[in-house]
């Protein structure tokens, strides 16, 4: 059902595995600054240490080769390699660091997937006005070019940002990922606007000082639920899907993949709601100008990240302040036949997953798609015969199948998240989505893999071989 060529891998990030919080000449990030403050994560937890892979590398490649990956999608450490947020004092142990994950991975015929940003900012860098400031667009390119100098001759797929939708909603409207912003209905579009900057001006200097010689492709990843009226007769309840889905995935794919700017609705809708509630600061969603880089254009290929579905309908405007869900004006329902896999949010539809791909299909233009992530978690007691996480993972790449065979969908790839269980965020510890088990509880952090690991073992290999014989 999968070519040959297909990509299987699996998705971690540098401040949910890595630890080593200030070893070797780390810098903070903001991560570090907030998992420290009380009541911020569940039960006071922190990254400090983590799934310590940057002692335990060679632990995670031996997970790696028990799944016989043919890709691993890891991210950098802006922090790590740049204590001071800027290519003046680099730090020459984390370059060995990442050199040594990326030339055993290729040693072991494994191709790495690097994200450059993933949630991490260097808290220097906070502290001079972070990702609201302007100017963290150049010190973001600056980083970047130094990593595909650095990097380069041997990553051939890179992510510049990870969920700019997430990073930017949890941080800067409801405050409960780092840096803990509460500013609603204002923040997360200035926040968005730079990351969005940001971005562009790395995929120009790949394409202009990279591309050439390192031959390789750049995106970023962007997460989408897959949206459907709640009543599909409504009209308003199908506007209102329109609404939410621009406001959600086409905050960022649009700009990219279809006009340079953001979704017509989307600025309407926040414009109508400014004027109602009688705001009268500067335009809320902020504008291009001519000199930012062009945006139009720039990914190589449509990362994304696909957890679960909802059902839309009109509503939330009723909010008498300023706020994104009032700007949106949708409300969304979990399906009650749709099962909850551990954590309250994931409710498992497979369907959604091809229907969001034949989406992207039509909307931006057919692109080549890779599933920079897409997982079920564990929470509360362990199980390690996790049945229901193995059916889960192989109804969803059974909709990645059809929605390649059936509506021809240029999916190139598909990555589990994720390696191991590690930091969810604000869930601490307490949320598991590892394909491996972690056991935080003994120093050695040993990894075992669960049944959910197997199965996707299996999965990849008979792809792999069946490959071999075409
Ligand atoms: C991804 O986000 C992240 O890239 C990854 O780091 C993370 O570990 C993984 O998923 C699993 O969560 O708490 O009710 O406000 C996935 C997209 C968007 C899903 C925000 C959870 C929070 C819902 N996430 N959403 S809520």
């Given at each position: 059902m999968f070519p040959s060529d297909f990509a299987w891998g699996a998705s971690t990030s540098a401040y949910q595995i890595e630890g080593g919080w200030q070893a070797d000449g780390k810098g903070p990030s903001i991560w570090d600054t907030f998992s420290h403050?009380?009541?911020?994560v569940f039960e006071d937890q922190n990254g400090d240490v983590a799934c310590n892979s940057y002692e335990l590398w060679e632990k995670d490649l031996e997970c790696i080769q028990q799944l016989g990956l043919t890709h691993y999608r890891l991210s950098f450490s802006w922090a790590r390699l740049l204590p001071d947020g800027?290519?003046?004092?680099?730090n020459h142990k984390s370059v060995q660091y990442y050199n040594r994950v990326i030339d055993d991975l290729l040693a072991c015929h494994v191709s790495p997937m690097v994200t450059l940003?993933?949630?991490?900012?260097?808290q220097v860098l906070e502290d001079l006005g972070g990702w609201k400031s302007p100017g963290i667009a150049t010190l973001f390119d600056n980083y970047a070019k130094f990593c595909f100098q650095t990097f380069g001759d041997r990553v051939k797929l890179w992510l510049t940002i990870n969920e700019p939708l997430t990073f930017a909603k949890l941080g800067y409207e409801d405050g409960i990922h780092a840096p803990g912003v509460k500013e609603k209905g204002i923040s997360a579009y200035q926040v968005g606007h730079n990351l969005l900057r940001a971005h562009a001006m790395a995929w120009h200097s790949y394409d202009s000082e990279y591309r050439a010689t390192q031959r390789g492709a750049v995106s970023l990843a962007l997460n989408s639920d897959w949206l459907e009226p709640l009543?599909?007769?409504s009209n308003e309840d199908i506007t209102a899907t329109e609404r939410d889905l621009a406001f959600t995935l086409g905050w960022f794919a649009w700009p990219v993949f279809v006009t340079g700017d953001y979704p017509e609705i989307m600025r309407s809708a926040i414009e109508h709601r400014s004027k109602k509630l009688g705001y009268s600061g500067p335009p809320r969603l902020p504008s291009f100008s001519k000199d930012d880089p062009t945006i139009l254009g720039t990914a190589d290929f449509f990362a994304l990240n696909y957890y679960t579905s909802r059902k839309v309908k009109a509503g939330g405007d009723a909010e008498q302040t300023l706020c994104m869900k009032s700007d949106r004006d949708a409300l969304e329902f979990i399906d009650p036949s749709w099962p909850i896999c551990?954590?309250?949010?994931?409710?498992?539809?497979?369907?959604g997953l091809r229907k969001l791909l034949k989406y992207m299909k039509d909307t931006f233009n057919d692109p080549t798609v890779y599933i920079t992530e897409n997982g079920f978690s564990q929470m509360g007691p362990l199980q390690m015969e996790d049945v229901q996480r193995c059916e889960f993972s192989s109804n969803t790449i059974l909709e990645v199948a059809k929605a390649m065979q059936e509506d021809g969908v240029k999916v190139h790839g598909y990555f589990a998240w994720s390696l191991m269980d590690n930091f969810e965020w604000a869930d601490g510890f307490s949320v598991r989505f590892g394909l491996f088990h972690v056991d935080f509880s003994d120093a050695k952090l040993s990894r075992t893999m669960y049944l959910y690991g197997q199965e996707f073992a299996k999965i990849i290999s008979k792809h792999q071989k069946s490959g071999q014989t075409q």
């Open positions: 403050e009380k009541g911020r800027t290519t003046r004092n680099v940003y993933h949630f991490d900012l260097p009543n599909p007769d551990g954590v309250s949010w994931l409710a498992v539809v497979p369907y």
